[in-house]
């Protein structure tokens, strides 16, 4: 069983830059789809980016161009580079990861979970 840990999230300003990290522990994310996901106030959880274990990465229609997902399998770790923070940016990051390959952007194709990090965007 994997355990997935996300950094500590933070307030932040809009335009600001911020780097989250998911360590994992338990077992090894190499050979394993990971992605990172979120869930604003009062929405539901969305895809925010995904990388194959062969390092494809996708991303979300909210985030595209101002997001960077990555992992270092030699550290157990995946990244998500967030770039021009806005307001609406503001959520509880969560990164996760795939047993088995399957769809990118689909919640139901995880079934490892990290506890989420709060992120707020606000002036």
């Known amino acids: 069983q994997v355990h997935l840990v996300e950094s500590e999230g933070r307030l932040m300003q809009p335009g600001d830059s911020l780097s989250l990290s998911c360590t994992a522990s338990?077992?090894?994310?190499?050979?394993?789809?990971m992605g990172w996901f979120r869930q604003g106030p009062g929405k539901e959880r969305e895809f925010v980016a995904g990388i194959t274990w062969g390092g494809r990465e996708y991303y979300g229609d909210s985030v595209k161009g101002r997001v960077t997902i990555s992992r270092e399998d030699a550290k157990n770790t995946l990244y998500l580079q967030m770039n021009n923070l806005k307001p609406e940016d503001t959520a509880v990051y969560y990164c996760a990861l795939q047993t088995r390959d399957g769809i990118i952007n689909s919640i139901t194709a995880y079934d490892s979970w990290g506890q989420g990090t709060q992120v707020t965007v606000t002036s």
């Open positions: 338990g077992r090894s994310i190499g050979g394993h789809n």
